[in-house]
């Protein structure tokens, strides 16, 4: 099928990330990408530096993982 992206920006995404997956976020270095679960859903991380990272989740999925982003933001601002 096809993917979804999502392009995500802060000042820091540490708190962020905590909550939506168990990548130990502060620690992967630049340019890391890994598989990981967020909401129940297979996506792919590549996180470009400590305030911005890139995530993959199949289409399908979308609007699931959108609703996760939103809530997660939402519990750490």
Known sequence: DAWV??????DSL???MERLCNV???AAPAG???RTVIE???CYLVKHSAAEV???GPRSSA???LHALEVAAASVA
């Open 5 to 10: 992206r999502f392009d995500l920006s802060a």
């Open 32 to 34: 890391f990408a890994s």
């Open 24 to 26: 130990d976020f502060p």
């Open 40 to 42: 129940h859903t297979g």
């Open 14 to 16: 540490s708190p962020l």
């Open 63 to 65: 609007r699931s993982l």
């Open 54 to 56: 890139t995530l993959y």
